[in-house]
């Protein structure tokens, strides 16, 4: 699996490095590179954010990373570089959240890989976000279920409602 | 067995150990465990959404655990509200 690089970055020691995963993805194989940024934003649903807290359970975030570094792979069906990190800790506005990129031959499976990704991160790795307000107050954001059960009553809703993706992160 | 059950997201709010022990029958499933964490938390922590537990997915170190899985040997387990990432 050296094809696929995982991280969890504690912000404490160090930001996450989109240079660093231009690095890794990087080979004289391919000629696409596609990124994915996330950085902390000031508004989320009509309220002032001043930062964010991410907590994440990391032995099995990791795992799910891999997971879908390898789903990545197969659904690409052709060699693919990926980089996936994520950060933890407490984050101002403009900190940056997750750096995925995504290297292949041409642009299209870089883009469909890179995609994969960030939606498999944000849908199934196990990572809480908490948003700190102005007025002092915090909330956890509203999530996806991991749960058997859920999962599917989400599906079922997704489909019923025409939406993509069922929510609205 | 005793099951220790560690907290994420806004279930950390039930416990500022980071954790919840309970007893339950050895092997025992997890959707036993997930009932004997609602009844624990209403009684501890009753303003932690029953629903919110009832949204939650159950996991070992390594893999998601459904409901109809056993308890590990090691009685480690995490609960995950529903996920938020990116």
């Known amino acids: 699996m050296t094809d696929i690089h995982t991280a969890i970055v504690d912000i404490r020691s160090a930001p996450l490095d989109p240079a660093a995963a231009l690095d890794f993805v990087s080979d004289p194989r391919f000629g696409g590179i596609a990124t994915f940024i996330g950085r902390v934003r000031e508004h989320n649903l009509g309220r002032v954010v001043t ?9 099995l975030a990791l795992r799910i990373f891999h997971e879908i570094g390898a789903r990545a792979q197969s659904e690409i069906g052709g060699p693919v570089k990926l980089y996936i990190a994520h950060a933890k800790g407490d984050l101002r506005i403009g900190d940056l959240a997750v750096v995925i990129a995504a290297a292949t031959p041409h642009r299209d499976e870089a883009f469909r890989a890179c995609r994969l990704a960030i939606e498999a991160v944000k849908h199934e790795a196990p990572i809480w976000k908490q948003e700190h307000y102005t007025d002092g107050h915090s909330a956890w954001s509203e999530g996806c279920s991991l749960c ?18 069922g929510h609205s992160h | 067995m005793k099951v220790r059950i560690t907290l994420f997201g806004a279930l950390r709010d039930a416990d500022a ?10 092997h025992s499933t997890i959707a036993t465990v997930r009932e004997a964490l609602q009844h624990h938390l209403r009684e501890h922590a009753p303003t932690i959404s029953v629903g919110l537990v009832q949204r939650s997915a159950f996991a070992s170190d390594d893999e998601i655990l459904h409901n109809h899985r056993v308890v590990p040997d090691n009685g480690e387990l995490a609960v995950l509200p529903p996920v938020s990432g990116g």
Request: hydrophobic share 35%; aromatic share 8%.
């Open chain 2, 17 to 26: 150990r980071g954790f919840v022990e309970l007893d339950v029958p050895d």
């Open chain 1, 148 to 165: 058997e059960e859920h999962k599917e009553a989400e599906l079922l809703a997704m489909k019923h409602s025409g939406d993509a993706h």
């Open chain 1, 51 to 59: 930062g964010v807290s991410y907590d994440l359970f990391e032995p």
